[in-house]
């Protein structure tokens, strides 16, 4: 039996991997989590004995094949939630990732199932990330930052790298969303903020704003 708390570790594990590509260190999993080190180095040892990850010490963890199963689930069932309360309930992006965090842990197979065909299966989440399917799938995306950009370009916002309430709230407020056509005018030199327009309206963001949007290029 895997508790609630096993279950976000081996999420976190899993989240972490997917973005660096490398074996992940339990000071990494620790900011993810926002707890102590040791109480880290505690939980992998009680994951290592029920053979869901394999530990080396000073070097890192990585997911074994029981545990990277049991990852994917929780993840594919985070992002449907997600993306259900956004597309179905109205909530805004940047409320959904906390309620997501109860509903993941719900048990019932049918139930995933069920919520992945009444959505139609959708491939990204509110937030840009793609969600597995239910063989454990989970398709890349290539993506680039709104920062590097070249001018007059144009892309299609995929989603973000910063998945803070105010920094969500701040693109609500210029109606930047997934799918948004995005085009770059202008970039300053002094402060290398932009100029964009977003589909037709012209935004002015900061270097720091534009480093956290993921875009794929389409011209």
């Not at 939630?81 to 509903?103: I, R």
Request: with cysteine; proline share 2%; hydrophobic share 40%.
């Amino acid at each position: 039996m895997i508790t609630l708390s096993e279950e976000n570790y081996l999420k976190a594990i899993l989240s972490i991997n997917l973005d660096t590509k490398a074996i992940v260190s339990t000071n990494n999993i620790a900011n993810v989590l926002d707890t102590s080190a040791a109480s880290v180095t505690e939980m992998i040892k009680k994951l290592q004995e029920k053979k869901l990850v394999i530990y080396k010490k000073y070097k890192g963890v990585t997911l074994s094949k029981s545990g990277c199963k049991k990852a994917i689930e929780i993840l594919r069932k985070h992002r449907l939630w997600e993306t259900f309360l956004v597309n179905k309930l109205d909530f805004k992006w940047s409320e959904v990732h906390d309620v997501a965090e109860e509903l993941e842990h719900i048990k019932s197979q049918k139930l995933t199932d069920k919520l992945d065909h009444f959505l139609n299966y959708p491939k990204f989440d509110p937030h840009g990330e793609p969600i597995p399917t239910k063989n454990g799938i989970i398709h890349p995306t290539k993506r680039i930052t709104l920062s590097e950009m070249v001018l007059n370009s144009n892309g299609i916002i995929m989603g973000v790298s910063l998945d803070d309430k105010e920094f969500l709230d701040y693109l609500t407020k210029l109606n930047i969303s997934i799918g948004s056509n995005i085009e770059v005018i202008e970039r300053i030199t002094f402060d290398q903020s932009m100029k964009i327009k977003i589909e037709s309206k012209l935004e002015h963001i900061s270097q720091d704003v534009a480093k956290n949007i993921l875009i794929k290029i389409i011209k």
